[in-house]
């Protein structure tokens, strides 16, 4: 039995190639020097893989800022607009990436979207009526000698047809299909291409054929594939799925002339059922996605061993395989210095990942498997109970009733009340939270944690902080303010910090998009609130304003969805204790003075299921109710805003309702307004705040820009129950952009205000 892997991260251990790109995004190091950093990942990366023991070695996986970008550029879908710019290839990816305002032109980026059921967001690519779709690029064939170089003949990975037509968005008449052709003859030259090179084996990544398919896509995929396979002459091609099964084109797939399938068996619910049914074609291999290749909980050979056992009723031909790249759990547990090894034994980062593989191989490629050393020292491992059980908080989740999940009186009644007490303006004005952190707030928060400033000091620096913000927010003339969340690294450790049961990282940094990454924490044992989260920051920032201080929490769901999750207990349970957690932080700054509080939900779309026949019972049935958990216990005159980071929930708006918040602010700004129009449809109760300006860009709108942006949206939503707000927190932006941006907001809402009363 061999091994594979279906992609590695490409940040580099320590962040390297984030850094690298940052700096030259502020024009401090040249492309050369970027494009070396890179190299050295890379070639990191080939040298430990090829170590490891590992049989089919991926290249192409590497990416400046993300895959299905560069498989735009390399099927030549760069829309005018970057072309015109006239900048370097370099320069026109990374204007495509992150918009591009200065002496060559102001464009603005790719829209951005959740990849799948990940936190990790790929650029969406955009094919209009004039896109001629062929092969421009050499990046796959680029990587592909760098590593041969080294000594390695690496399996080429890129993104396959199908799910590259399915991902783009058509902005004209033309639709995915119109452009099949020109797509197949774009990946059969470069399958030659490659077989030229001498490859062996390309792999083509299709994770979406486990979405719903219907038969139009079925017949479209089949067809992709029929038209590039005939012509592969030599190469081997994989067509690598992840992220669930195939159960809608399982015959498809298994009928076309591919060498290798691979299947996910962790997320797959019905992976196994498929081959059950379906039985395995003889000549083919079965790359079988046993490692889980989201989750940092070591594999338990036992189970992986069962699953390999029933796949050998149906195939002899397996190589095991992780269940989906790599690129979503973070590089290695060596930077872990500080994690003592009782943590560190239940844990398997990419690196280490590549060891469980090879000590698979070696478990499966011996007479006896359970006799290994190896698989012996894995059950030993999870024979012994991990601790972190808190029966109180069992206790408390087994005794929640219906009526705990109900807010009273209702938002009608409730809506009133509130109109009363803040008396808001028109439009009124605020942000979704954070203020950029600028490399003070970092400098000063990394010395806080290495000792070198007391907790005195630091905390005398946040309140200076706050107090900036506060100052600045009024002089911008804004309506409800914020603190600025200054004391946060991020949204989600931050709260994982002041709570028991989580356990934290020190270098477990995953890519989010582009050069920004996160680091989640771990959902180790029962969850409850430790401290006080927010409450002193609030309540201080409140004591600094007439103004309305807006509270700042995050969601259960965002914080289990950007957490790796326990896999020993159900996620519906782990939620639960997670929103009694923040429910009583919500009703500590209620009872310290704090009347409007935002929880914010931003990934609570990301997990939901990919098929729609799975919403609700293996989702929106616990995460909604979540929510609602956090919010039930507040006071009628307590105002609770949520935020959510996208704008795609036509499909799930009632549930959104349903979570019966008083506001809801979300991205708009990127996509067109089309989710208003759904909005209107469905009688959304909720006000709203779509977001009128991009932050993911350093681009600034213009006050007419956002006019223009305002108008739209008063066609299609009730004005008092308008909010306006950028479309995300400001923490990644510089104070060069975020002053004006605001300014033009609150001036563009002040003109529409004049209009409108
Ligand atoms: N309150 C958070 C912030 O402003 C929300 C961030 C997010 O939605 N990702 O940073
Ligand atoms: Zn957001």
Known sequence: MKTSIIGYPRIGGLRELKFASEKYFRGEITSEVLEQTAKEIRL??????????????????????DGILDTAVLLNAVPERYRQLGLSELDTYFAMARGYQGDKGDVKAFAMKKWYNTNYHYMVPEIDDTTEIRLVGAKPLDLFNEALDSGVKTKPVIIGAYTFLKLARYTGIKKASDFADAAAAAYSELLGKLGELGAEWVQFDEPSLVKDMTDEDVKLFAELYEKILSHKSGVKVLIQTYFGDVRDCYTELCGLDADGIGLDFTEGKKSLELLKKNGFPAEKLLFAGVVNGKNIWRNNYSDTAFIIDELKKYTDNIVLSTSCSLLHVPCTLKNESKMSDSFKKYFAYAEEKLGELSELKVIFNSENPVETEEYKLNAELHKVPRGGENLSVQEKVSQLKESDFVRLPVFEDREKIQKNRFNLPLFPTTTIGSFPQTADVRAKRSAFRKGEISEVDYNEFIEEKIADCVKLQEEIGLDVLVHGEFERNDMVEYFGECLDGYIFTEKAWVQSYGTRCVKPPVVWGDIS??????????????????????????????????????EDISLKESAYQIALAIREEVLDLEANGIGIIQVDEAALREKLPLRKSDWNEDYLDWAIPAFRLVHSGVKSETQIHTHMCYSEFADIIRDIDNMDADVITFEASRSDLTILDVLKENNFRTEVGPGVYDIHSPRIPSKEEIRSALNKMLGRIPAEKLWVNPDCGLKTRGNEETVPSLRNLVNAAAEARNENS
């Open 44 to 65: 990191y990366n080939l040298n430990l893989q090829k170590n490891s023991g590992l049989d089919y070695i991926p290249s192409n996986d590497f990416s400046f800022y």
């Open 529 to 566: 609130r430790a401290k006080p989260m927010t409450v002193k920051w609030s309540k201080y920032a409140q004591s600094l304003t007439e103004k309305p201080m807006k509270g700042m929490l995050t969601g259960p769901v965002t914080i289990l969805n950007w957490s790796f999750p326990r």
